[in-house]
């Protein structure tokens, strides 16, 4: 499974259609080199399973490689980035929330990191997620106030800003830098293992309010509706959570080099 992939069998794990061997490959050519890390991503928001946890574990435990025609073993990858900010929490409306999310994210990441020493025994291959600004939610449903359980398992986390009701940055500057840092320093999350995410697009919204009335004000009412963003934005089908078509209003940096800059 990757960011974008999905399925409703756990035994059967789908790469995103839009990516393949060559073009990874040739990714991990150019990035290698210049000391940038590739990781294998598993997870995300669009099209994510209604039970991740089940299909991530029968990932590592069964060892099920993804239906592809290339085998991510011969990628040569970094290691795996695991992209799931809501456990315990609602997020997509078609994901089922379960009290025990963290507990069993806690059990995906022993026997993850266990599979990656077992499978690569003198390497380190990397493990990493994206976070949102607070703790994963526990049993209560609340924030936790201690997640240094996880912190062995994890090379680094990533805190990301998410989707939210009103406009905002894509990243957690400046206004939820402090939040988002402190959010994890408190319930004891070691800062070498912390990392403020910054997504390299830009994402479209619409406010539903004149935002020059008050310029320094980043969080604005926006409108449900989301634009169409650059000229690779499509008006992509969503079947799995039945929410019909809609655009992702993204901004691939390409793009905004070359019509924004």
């Not at 609602?90 to 994210?105: E, G, L, P, Q, T």
Request: glycine fraction near 6%; hydrophobic fraction near 35%.
């Amino acid at each position: 499974m990757d960011k974008r992939g999905h399925t409703s069998d756990p035994t059967t794990i789908t790469i995103d259609k839009y990516y393949d061997g060559a073009r990874i490959r040739k990714l991990r050519q150019l990035a290698s080199p210049k000391g940038v890390k590739t990781l294998f991503s598993l997870g995300g928001w669009t099209d994510l399973p209604k039970k991740f946890i089940n299909i991530a574990l029968v990932f590592v435990r069964k060892n099920t490689k993804p239906d592809y025609n290339e085998n991510p073993d011969g990628w040569d990858l970094d290691g795996i980035g695991i992209n799931w900010e809501y456990p315990g929490r609602s997020a997509a409306i078609c994901n089922n929330v379960d009290k025990n999310d963290s507990a069993n994210y806690l059990i995906l990441l022993e026997e993850l990191r266990a599979a990656l020493v077992a499978e690569f025994p003198k390497e380190h291959p990397l493990l990493s997620a994206a976070v949102r600004v607070q703790p994963f939610d526990g049993v209560d449903g609340k924030p936790m106030a201690d997640v240094s359980t996880y912190a062995p398992y994890f090379d680094y986390i990533n805190v990301m800003c998410s989707w939210s009701a009103t406009t905002r940055p894509n990243a957690p500057f400046d206004y939820d830098t402090t939040k988002g840092g402190d959010a994890y320093s408190f319930p004891k999350w070691p800062a070498n293992k912390l990392v403020m995410g910054m997504p390299i697009y830009g994402c479209l919204l619409t406010a539903t309010v004149d935002m020059n009335a008050n310029p320094d004000n980043m969080y604005a009412a926006k409108d449900s509706v989301t634009p169409k963003g650059d000229l690779y934005d499509t008006n992509e089908l969503n079947s799995f959570c039945n929410k019909g078509t809609f655009y992702s209003g993204i901004w691939k940096w390409q793009s905004i080099r070359s019509d924004i800059l």
